[in-house]
């Protein structure tokens, strides 16, 4: 059986199509496990060499610029390279950068490599979605981009377990975190015949996008402030609660276990119902679930299982609204429209843990769940607007 392709290029055979989705998978999860190694692996190593938390932090936020610094440019490199090609070449790039980050000791010559290295690494992000949506069928977009974003959440799960089973700061790690990224590189390749053409589009810059889906590309900002922001700071949250350091540290499991498990549900409702809707209801469980987080507070037993519900509906955000782009746009548009999801949910990613760490800083734990509360607020302003406008989308 065959099926046209949704970017207007050649016929794919569906084993053509499962090849190319394969191909962008591995490279998204190799990105996840290179993304959840890297950030206490680098932080520790850093420790370990005598710099100051203040200039840890500060070097970590380099990932964040190197991300919102290169998505501009996606679209344009992958229109001239193709984008298995790119894919290609960007993964190997982040491959071989990451074994430097432990032989290069002058910590200033790791900004330089920050940006090379989380910014290789933020263009397979892009292409990669970007590859998926195109590839995806319209009657069963949800749950593809359900499963790519269950797979991606285990391969961050997975970079920590890899350094806790080691538990060393030699070079060990960066040996398998290189040897991971240099097998996943390899697939974008091989299925390079399957990957999205961009010749359809329109040449306009990316940033239009903020305007044209902003329901998309604004869910993308909230659930990268939010994620980042309860991932780096609820065992924080947990201490000023009352609760022992192993219990705070659980939040987060509870937390990340909910998206991961809820990802797919979340597909298939993005099948079956009207995702601007959709994406509304996530943003408003969002709002109150946050206003009741200091409710349940009262226990551990009771907050734990709130936040991993809690965590699995917010967690529609990104999966509903990549798939809402995936519906809407083709070619260059969509790859641009991926490029500017992906720029905003790293710019959520700066601002998250930022602006919740001044909401605990206030010595009121409560203040960070009202600073949850108030990035869904802004959504839900946008949404409600959006949708009044005749031609909201």
Same mark, same amino acid.
């Given at each position: 059986m065959r099926e046209a392709s949704p970017l207007h290029g050649p016929v794919l055979t569906n084993g053509a199509r499962v090849r190319?989705? +394969? &191909?962008?998978?591995? /490279?998204?999860?190799?990105?996840?496990?290179?993304?959840? *190694?890297?950030? #206490? $692996?680098?932080?520790?190593?850093?420790?370990?060499?005598?710099?100051?938390?203040?200039?840890?932090?500060?070097?970590?936020?380099?990932?964040?610029?190197?991300?919102?610094?290169?998505?501009?440019?996606?679209?344009?490199?992958?229109?001239?390279?193709?984008?298995?090609?790119?894919?290609?070449?960007?993964?190997?790039? +982040? &491959?071989?950068?990451? /074994?430097?980050?432990?032989?290069?000791?002058?910590?200033? *010559?790791?900004? #330089? $490599?920050?940006l090379v290295f989380h910014g290789s690494l933020a263009m397979v992000f892009v292409l990669s979605e970007f590859w998926i949506n195109s590839l995806a069928p319209e009657s069963r977009r949800g749950l593809i981009m359900g499963i790519y974003a269950t797979i991606l959440s285990l391969g961050f799960v997975a970079g920590p377990l890899i350094f806790a089973a080691f538990n060393t700061l030699s070079f060990m790690p960066f040996a398998i975190g290189t040897g991971i990224l240099?097998?996943?590189?390899?697939?974008?390749?091989?299925?390079?015949?399957?990957?999205?053409?961009l010749e359809s589009g329109?040449?306009?810059?990316?940033?239009?996008?903020?305007?044209?889906?902003?329901m998309a590309t604004m869910a993308g900002f909230v659930f990268g402030a939010v994620e980042s922001g309860a991932m780096t700071l609820l065992p924080l949250y947990g201490l000023k609660i009352g609760l022992e350091q192993t219990k705070a540290a659980l939040l987060v499991s509870a937390f990340v276990g909910g998206n991961v498990m809820m990802q797919i549900p979340m597909g298939l409702l993005a099948d079956r119902y009207e995702r601007r809707q959709l994406l509304t209801l996530c943003a408003a469980v969002g709002f109150f679930g946050a206003l009741l987080i200091p409710v349940f507070s009262g226990t551990f037993t009771l907050l734990a299982p709130y936040l991993f519900l809690w965590g699995g509906v917010i967690a529609g955000l990104y999966t509903i609204g990549l798939t809402h782009l995936g519906s809407r746009f083709t070619g260059a548009d969509l790859a641009s429209a991926n490029?500017?999801?992906?720029?905003?949910?790293?710019?959520?990613?700066?601002?998250?843990?930022?602006?919740?760490?001044?909401?605990l800083d206030t010595d009121v734990p409560s203040a960070m769940a009202w600073t949850l509360a108030g990035y869904f607020a802004l959504y839900l302003f946008i949404a409600f607007w959006r949708m009044r406008t005749p031609e909201g989308r």
């Open positions: 190319g989705l +394969a &191909a962008a998978i591995s /490279s998204i999860t190799a990105v996840g496990v290179a993304l959840g *190694l890297s950030l #206490p $692996l680098l932080a520790l190593l850093l420790e370990q060499r005598g710099i100051t938390s203040a200039w840890i932090g500060i070097n970590s936020a380099v990932a964040g610029i190197a991300a919102i610094g290169v998505t501009p440019f996606v679209t344009a490199l992958a229109r001239r390279f193709g984008t298995a090609q790119l894919t290609f070449a960007m993964t190997f790039i +982040a &491959a071989v950068t990451f /074994s430097f980050f432990f032989l290069i000791e002058n910590f200033w *010559l790791w900004f #330089p $490599l920050r240099l097998l996943a590189s390899f697939p974008a390749l091989l299925a390079r015949k399957s990957s999205p053409r329109s040449n306009g810059p990316f940033i239009r996008f903020l305007l044209i889906a902003p490029a500017a999801f992906v720029m905003m949910y790293a710019t959520g990613m700066l601002t998250g843990p930022a602006s919740l760490g001044v909401a």
